[in-house]
């Protein structure tokens, strides 16, 4: 299995921005006039941004896959200067990758008779909030796809013409969900039962939530209207082998285009090394589960 990722040649780049925008994921900032690739992490390489830089500086490589090691990061990025490291270490903290920071902060730690920067410079730029939010889609993709993990809590909904009354609990664990804009290496699905759910199965389920979606990691997709469905067995090979999940529930309506997301399933399981249990749920138009069985 291969990985894909963006590549920055930072002769030709001119600090334009353009491609600022267009990753979704948050993982390039101009830095110090040019364009910077502050995380491997979230880089998903569908190349979203190349097609906005005018002068050709973007280019996706190959790689073969392999977790993601936050010391190799950090070896190549402290010599791009302490702002990139900055926006690296305050972009694992935005999307609570405390693990990975307290890596990067030992390895630099080790190396501090290397740098011309220090450890404390470093918090002290993080944690003072002297650097730029990017919650903005000008400078740092898209707040809609940020990743976010967060506990389900009960909601409350109330009509003008009713009485307020309480809702039923979301499920949800994270953000975002839709196939395309996930990371495979996000902390949320590590080691998680993961559903993968076809986009009409929610609207159509009543107990989606309470049954299905409780306790696990979910992604959603539509095998027949979606397009880069190599993406998603990319993807989803990812989450095999990276982020080891336990289990997979591919939950499918009855029409047979639905069948597609199962044999998405199955391609991306032939490219990986460990053997995860699936489990194919078919629901009707009427929200009735017809199969379950384990394949």
């Excluded at 950090?74 to 890596?103: P, Q, S």
């Excluded at 399981?269 to 249990?277: A, C, D």
């Amino acid at each position: 299995m291969k990985r894909e990722i963006i590549k920055i040649n930072e002769d030709l780049c001119n600090g334009c921005g353009l491609c600022i925008p267009n990753c979704h994921e948050g993982a390039l900032q101009i830095i110090d006039g040019k364009a910077r690739l502050i995380s491997d992490l979230m880089c998903d390489g569908l190349g979203a941004c190349i097609g906005y830089c005018p002068e050709g500086a973007i280019s996706i490589e190959q790689r073969k896959a392999e977790p993601y090691n936050e010391a190799k990061v950090m070896a190549d990025m402290i010599h791009k200067g302490k702002n990139t490291v900055v926006a690296h270490f305050k972009h694992l903290l935005d999307h609570n990758e405390t693990g990975f920071l307290k890596e990067g902060i030992e390895y630099m730690e080790q190396s501090q008779a290397n740098l011309s920067f220090t450890v404390e410079e470093v918090l002290d730029e993080i944690y003072s909030n002297k650097i730029k939010s990017n919650e903005g889609c000008n400078t740092g993709g898209c707040p809609g796809s940020k990743p976010i993990s967060f506990k389900a809590e009960g909601l409350s909904m109330a009509s003008p013409a009713e009485p307020r009354k309480q809702q039923q609990a979301s499920q949800l664990g994270h953000w975002p969900v839709q196939l395309h804009l996930i990371n495979p290496a996000a902390a949320y699905f590590k080691k998680a039962d993961l559903l993968i759910a076809a986009d009409c199965t929610a609207f159509t389920m009543g107990d989606f939530h309470s049954t299905w979606l409780k306790n696990k990691s979910v992604v959603i997709a539509c095998p027949k209207l979606d397009s880069g469905i190599e993406v998603y067995i990319n993807k989803i090979a990812g989450l095999i082998d990276e982020a080891m999940v336990n289990t997979i529930t591919v939950l499918m309506m009855e029409v047979p285009c639905c069948g597609g997301l199962l044999r998405i399933v199955n391609e991306a399981r032939q490219m990986t090394s460990r053997n995860v249990p699936v489990k194919a749920v078919v629901v009707s138009t009427k929200g009735a589960v017809l199969r379950e069985e384990w394949v």
